[in-house]
């Protein structure tokens, strides 16, 4: 158990509806980090948020979008879904923001979200 | 262009063999840190290693271990005797700091791995 908590576990949605995936990071840790997985793309990182302000951005549809509030804990928000979105999103969380002393990037069990 | 290669794409052994996935990295920064994750069938992502680019020292953890040579940008993992638990999808995933932005990882495709009794 890494500590990093996602809810829900499963989400099965249809096209053009929103959904809002949810993660707490690991006590202590400041940093949150979402990657989506697909079989198509692989593993791709999305966007960071270091306590409570975007740090960092990859590879994020406009039709997304993710916040950190105060106690840490981040949002990913999925609008507009289509067929394609379906995949395993993670939550990483890490000690630090990002720096020549980098941490390790632990992650929580995933969210699979099917869109139908 | 793919900066973190792992050309195998599925090996299959059997129980008790020793087994190697290779790990090839491409970046230009002189400070990088390289990770290995393991994926189980129940999905999650298992952090195993981090190595940063400074420290070339081979580093073994029980059954696993791991050989990081700068000269050929590998990341080479070795698991001996390998168990049925072993099986999984184990990605190599390489750490950069981009100008002016955070650290970010950046994963290989994943290699899965079946050991089979």
């Known amino acids: 158990d890494s500590g990093v908590t996602q809810t829900p576990k499963h989400l099965i949605t249809a096209t053009g509806q929103r959904v809002t995936l949810r993660c707490s990071p690991r006590?202590?840790?400041?940093?949150v980090y979402w990657y989506q997985q697909s079989l198509d793309q692989g593993l791709q990182f999305l966007i960071q948020?270091?306590?409570?302000?975007?740090?960092a951005k990859g590879n994020i549809l406009e039709r997304f979008s993710a916040q950190q509030f105060p106690d840490l804990h981040s949002e990913l928000n999925l609008s507009s879904l289509e067929l394609g979105d379906s995949a395993l999103y993670f939550c990483?969380?890490?000690?630090?923001?990002?720096?020549?002393?980098?941490?390790?990037?632990?992650f929580g069990p995933g969210t699979r979200l099917t869109v139908l | 262009a793919q900066k973190v290669t792992q050309a195998q794409t599925e090996i299959s052994v059997v129980e008790k063999e020793d087994v190697t996935l290779d790990c090839v990295y491409e970046?230009?920064?002189?400070?990088?840190?390289l990770f290995w994750y393991k994926q189980p069938p129940s999905g999650e992502l298992v952090f195993l290693i981090r190595?940063?680019?400074?420290?070339?020292q081979n580093e073994i953890s029980g059954r696993y271990s791991w050989n990081f040579q700068k000269s050929t940008s590998s990341f080479n993992f070795t698991i001996t005797a390998s168990q049925v638990v072993d099986s999984a999808v184990y990605f190599c995933?390489?750490?950069?700091?981009?100008?002016?932005?955070?650290?970010?990882?950046?994963f290989g495709k994943g290699t899965k791995l079946t050991v089979n009794p």
């Open positions: 990483a969380s890490s000690v630090g923001g990002g720096s020549v002393n980098t941490d390790t990037q632990y």
């Open positions: 006590s202590g840790d400041l940093s």
């Open positions: 948020y270091y306590n409570g302000e975007e740090r």
């Open positions: 970046t230009r920064d002189t400070t990088y840190y």
């Open positions: 190595r940063n680019s400074f420290d070339e």
């Open positions: 995933a390489l750490s950069e700091f981009p100008q002016g932005g955070s650290e970010k990882l950046v």
